[in-house]
């Protein structure tokens, strides 16, 4: 076991102290988390990097921290699903930036209202049609049919249901 373990490792450092060594085919950047993200060639055009977005590589955690968090939870949710604010009461209430693991705990709670699905709107989270007031709540429209946050939140969804977004 050590050996076949210490083999790899040697390997990739001798390649890696060599200065020549990349991944083959693969585009690396970094998240917000400083996590590798892998870009990988597109299968039709081997020689062709597919033009996507980062975010489509991104796991749920990431996507949720790169996307949801910060670009429809931070701006448009936490304001009144908070300890201090409005929809209190609610039953989605977030935690702010000063509790620790913020967002993985937020993550989970957005988890729990994205797999809920209203019978009545099956192809869509109870949490998009809560945002955009398809199913009314006190805050009214938040987000957008169609628009960024709405496109983001649904994509979400998609990722948790095993679904590309």
């Known amino acids: ?11 990739f450092c001798f390649l890696s102290c060599q200065g ?23 299968e039709t055009d081997p020689d062709k990097i597919p033009d996507l977005p980062v975010e489509d590589y991104l796991t749920i955690e990431g996507y949720f921290e790169e996307e949801v968090w910060p670009k429809v939870a931070e701006s448009s949710c936490i304001s009144c699903h908070s300890s201090i604010g409005v929809a209190k009461e609610s039953g989605l209430l977030l935690e702010d930036e000063d509790t620790a693991n913020v967002l993985s705990i937020n993550r989970e709670i957005f988890r729990k209202y994205a797999t ?7 192809n869509e989270s109870y949490l998009s049609l809560k945002a955009t007031n398809q199913v009314e709540q006190e805050g ?11 496109e983001i939140i649904n994509s979400f ?3 948790l249901a095993g679904l590309q977004g």
Do not use: W, Y
């Open 140 to 150: 009214g429209e938040v987000l957008k049919v169609g628009g960024k946050g709405h």
């Open 157 to 159: 969804t998609k990722r």
């Open 20 to 42: 020549s060594f990349e991944f083959p085919d693969t585009e690396l950047s970094r998240n917000r988390s400083n996590n590798l993200v892998a870009k990988t060639p597109d």
């Open 1 to 11: 076991m050590t050996k076949s373990f210490c083999l790899p490792i040697s390997l």
């Open 116 to 122: 809920q699905i209203d019978p009545n709107f099956p």
